[in-house]
């Protein structure tokens, strides 16, 4: 298997929720960052609440995906918004390609 990523650095993050990672079968891991000053609350689907999200913590704080511990979640849609203010995102996608041959 070949790898492959991909970085972003300043992802804008507010209250109204945006698309951070479009869906991809072939991502098999991602990590954020939370690099701002406002909590960033992270979900898969448009429907990102306090409630049904996962909050990020901000100055630092991260959320990492994995597909050995979280199965197909890795290639779903992500997004996130943050409950008041705004926030910067770093964002980290891993993509696993299958190579031809034995």
Do not use: E
């Given at each position: 298997?070949?790898?492959s990523w991909d970085f972003r650095?300043?992802?804008a993050v507010t209250t109204t929720p945006i698309l951070i990672m479009q869906?991809?079968?072939?991502?098999?891991?991602?990590?954020?960052?939370n690099l701002g000053e406002a909590t960033v609350l992270v979900g898969f689907t448009q429907q990102?609440?306090?409630?049904?999200?996962?909050p990020v913590p901000p100055n630092g704080g991260s959320l990492q995906v994995l597909w050995r511990e979280d199965l197909v979640l890795p290639a779903s849609e992500v997004?996130?918004?943050?409950?008041?203010?705004?926030?910067?995102?770093?964002v980290l996608e891993v993509f696993g390609v299958v190579g031809g041959g034995v």
């Open positions: 298997m070949d790898f650095g300043n992802v869906h991809n079968p072939n991502r098999i891991a991602w990590c954020i960052w990102v609440t306090t409630t049904s999200s996962i997004w996130a918004c943050t409950p008041a203010g705004s926030s910067t995102l770093a």
